[in-house]
């Protein structure tokens, strides 16, 4: 029995500034399709979302839309704001919908545990996106396009969503999410979003690794097929036959265009398959005690209209050198509170927090205040001004930094309000693996990351010889990162435990599955590797140099002399870049074929 066509998009196009994010994908979403959407940050997910929300449209191609369908769209991000209470909010959308009723709006608050008379404004992140669910859910779409929903969101209430999703909800959606565990429970297609087209599989996200891994290697033999054609026909060319010219100088021009064909996949198909590097340098740890953070019957509370919230009550705790602690709990327990105090950003009502002198920390949270979005990466990056940055003792070059994170160099001058909120996130770790302090506090860190970013995340944690405080819903991630876990019950009290016994998936956790990242290639292929993406960075950080350089002419008469060595040497070093993207395939296409 065929399912009903909700939407189908055919042959589409989309630019984003000059980047070409949409190449000719068509696709269609069926009754019944639970589709997980995943792909690196900066691919264009949100923005394919955009599209099928009607938010963007195509540059060509077709977007069809059942008219009989409802679709409902959840943004990454959350704005809303209101100084009425949550029900009131609710009941003010009534002339939207007939279904926001009361009753509707007080069975559904009650599942996602909402506290009706709160006022919005006054909600923490994770209850605001609570909030923008019953907003959506109480609409009755036939079509979810969700963003990110996981996130802020507590572990309980990321349960109840998977309920949800598998029970009562029986239309389709489609979600963007980096919680891995979250989309094996709930999905049973993937659209994987990679160098402008898409892929797609039948079997749902727990299948996704094994299948991604044969379409990587199907493309691998592909390569190697049509370079083994390259190669014998460029043997050919070089025996210099002369019968049959006219049939020859076809055939050449053919070589040619095979040849930068094949270039540009196997420099394109290298892209898509490199992960972040980070320059891993350890914290500056100074000897002396082992006692970094102490706890001293500290408590703490807060007024919520007129109301008094217990988040922390006679609490005793010493945090000693290299513990990795996660931190977890309903929204609005407090763990946000708890780590703004660990790191005396606020003080406890009684009791005391006594912090170790000259301990330092890397903050990772949510908030955006250690960006100005109206400045470009590169002044975020470097406040004081330069082209370096510091990585410990070593100091950096911007442009071959940043490439570390797997940013354009160009990027340097983009407007931080322009960046994806994964873009944005993958900023924010740069700014700390730069000089990552002796604790750090990380609020939230795998939000709108892409799972190959949090794979390495969890990576340098694991490395990191200072100590963590690890705020996230994310069960995957905390199991792989932390070796104890504080539990928030809300009323001021903190279970300290190794095992926090929470079955949130299908599957069994091992706790020793990819601690450490392996190594895919043999260690003497990795020294070649790294050396020649040096000096493509070092080559790259030049060319830069030379175009800024270059732009300070502007629309002065170019017969300058120094204008035209300028040009001279930019031409030189793009054809030695070149040089070295070539060598670069050639050392990758090796290692491969040893495998």
């Known amino acids: 029995?065929?399912?009903?066509?909700?939407?189908?998009?055919?042959?589409?196009?989309?630019?984003?500034?000059?980047?070409?994010?949409?190449?000719?994908?068509?696709?269609?979403?069926?009754?019944?399709?639970?589709?997980?959407?995943?792909?690196?940050?900066?691919?264009?997910?949100?923005?394919?979302?955009?599209?099928?929300?009607?938010?963007?449209?195509?540059?060509?191609?077709?977007?069809?839309?059942?008219?009989?369908?409802?679709?409902?769209?959840?943004?990454?991000?959350?704005?809303?704001?209101?100084?009425?209470?949550?029900?009131?909010?609710?009941?003010?959308?009534?002339?939207?919908?007939?279904?926001?009723t009361k009753n509707n709006i007080l069975r559904l608050i009650k599942e996602l545990k909402l506290e009706g008379n709160k006022k919005v404004n006054l909600?923490?992140?994770?209850?605001?996106?609570?909030?923008?669910?019953?907003?959506?859910?109480?609409?009755?779409p036939d079509l979810l396009l969700l963003d990110e929903p996981t996130n802020h969101l507590d572990i309980e209430s990321i349960l109840w969503l998977s309920e949800f999703l598998?029970?009562?909800?029986?239309?389709?959606?489609?979600?963007?999410?980096?919680?891995?565990?979250?989309?094996?429970?709930?999905?049973?297609?993937?659209?994987?979003?990679?160098?402008?087209?898409?892929k797609i599989s039948s079997k749902g996200f727990l299948n996704f690794d094994t299948w991604k891994s044969d379409l990587i290697e199907q493309e691998r033999r592909e390569l190697k097929n049509k370079k083994q054609i390259l190669e014998d026909e460029m043997a050919w060319l070089s025996r210099g036959i002369k019968a049959r010219r006219k049939r020859n100088i076809k055939r050449k021009e053919n070589v040619s265009f095979l040849k930068t064909?094949?270039?540009?996949?196997?420099?394109?198909?290298?892209?898509?398959?490199?992960?972040?590097?980070?320059?891993?340098?350890?914290?500056?740890?100074?000897?002396?005690?082992?006692?970094?953070?102490?706890?001293i019957n500290a408590s703490k509370d807060f007024l919520n209209e007129g109301k008094k919230i217990?988040?922390?009550?006679?609490?005793?705790?010493?945090?000693?050198?290299?513990?990795?602690?996660?931190?977890?709990?309903?929204?609005?327990?407090?763990?946000?509170?708890?780590?703004?105090?660990?790191?005396?950003?606020?003080e406890v009502d009684k009791g005391s927090i006594k912090i170790k002198k000259k301990v330092e920390f890397s903050f990772f949270d949510q908030s955006g205040e250690q960006f100005d979005d109206k400045k470009t990466i590169k002044k975020n990056l470097i406040p004081g001004g330069g082209d370096y940055i510091s990585i410990g003792e070593r100091k950096i070059h911007i442009c071959g930094y940043i490439k570390n994170f797997l940013f354009d160099p160009k990027d340097v001058e983009r407007i931080t309000s322009s960046l994806s909120g994964g873009e944005r996130n993958r900023m924010l770790l740069a700014k700390i693996l730069a000089s990552p302090k002796e604790v750090l506090i990380l609020d939230e860190p795998t939000n709108d990351l892409d799972v190959e970013t949090i794979d390495l995340?969890?990576?340098?944690?694991?490395?990191?010889?200072?100590?963590?405080?690890?705020?996230?819903?994310?069960?995957?991630?905390?199991?792989?990162t932390c070796e104890k876990f504080f539990i928030f019950d809300g009323l001021g009290s903190i279970q300290i435990t190794k095992n926090p016994n929470l079955n949130l998936s299908k599957e069994k956790i091992d706790l020793k599955e990819n601690l450490i990242i392996k190594?895919?290639?043999?260690?003497?292929?990795?020294?070649?590797?790294?050396?020649?993406?040096?000096?493509?960075?070092?080559?790259?950080?030049?060319?830069?140099?030379?175009?800024?350089?270059?732009?300070?002419?502007?629309?002065?008469?170019?017969?300058?002399?120094?204008?035209?060595?300028?040009?001279?040497?930019?031409?030189?070093?793009?054809?030695?870049?070149?040089?070295?993207?070539?060598?670069?395939?050639?050392?990758?296409?090796?290692?491969?074929?040893?495998?």
């Open 166 to 198: 598998n029970g009562e909800f029986k239309g389709s959606f489609i979600v963007i999410s980096h919680d891995r565990n979250f989309l094996k429970n709930v999905t049973n297609k993937v659209f994987w979003m990679d160098r402008g087209s898409i």
């Open 310 to 346: 217990n988040i922390l009550k006679n609490f005793n705790y010493k945090l000693m050198r290299g513990e990795k602690i996660g931190v977890m709990g309903r929204n609005g327990s407090g763990k946000s509170t708890f780590l703004n105090l660990a790191s005396n950003k606020i």
């Open 457 to 480: 995340l969890i990576e340098f944690i694991n490395l990191h010889e200072g100590s963590a405080l690890i705020s996230s819903h994310d069960i995957d991630f905390l199991k792989k």
């Open 123 to 140: 909600l923490s992140g994770g209850q605001k996106r609570k909030l923008d669910l019953a907003y959506l859910l109480l609409k009755k």
């Open 1 to 100: 029995m065929n399912k009903e066509v909700f939407l189908s998009l055919n042959d589409a196009n989309y630019l984003f500034g000059k980047k070409k994010l949409i190449s000719k994908i068509s696709i269609s979403i069926h009754q019944k399709d639970k589709i997980a959407l995943v792909g690196k940050n900066g691919v264009g997910k949100t923005t394919l979302l955009d599209i099928l929300s009607k938010k963007r449209e195509i540059d060509s191609g077709e977007l069809w839309f059942n008219p009989k369908i409802k679709i409902g769209y959840l943004s990454q991000r959350i704005d809303v704001f209101s100084d009425l209470n949550l029900i009131d909010y609710l009941l003010s959308k009534s002339n939207e919908n007939e279904l926001f």
């Open 261 to 295: 064909s094949y270039e540009k996949e196997s420099k394109e198909f290298l892209k898509s398959i490199s992960k972040i590097r980070i320059p891993f340098e350890s914290a500056n740890i100074e000897n002396g005690p082992n006692i970094l953070i102490n706890f």
């Open 519 to 595: 190594k895919e290639k043999p260690i003497n292929t990795q020294k070649l590797i790294s050396r020649i993406l040096k000096k493509i960075e070092t080559k790259e950080t030049y060319i830069y140099d030379l175009s800024k350089k270059l732009e300070k002419f502007g629309n002065v008469v170019h017969n300058d002399p120094i204008y035209t060595d300028l040009v001279n040497n930019l031409i030189k070093a793009q054809n030695e870049l070149e040089m070295l993207e070539k060598e670069w395939i050639e050392i990758e296409e090796n290692a491969i074929n040893e495998r």
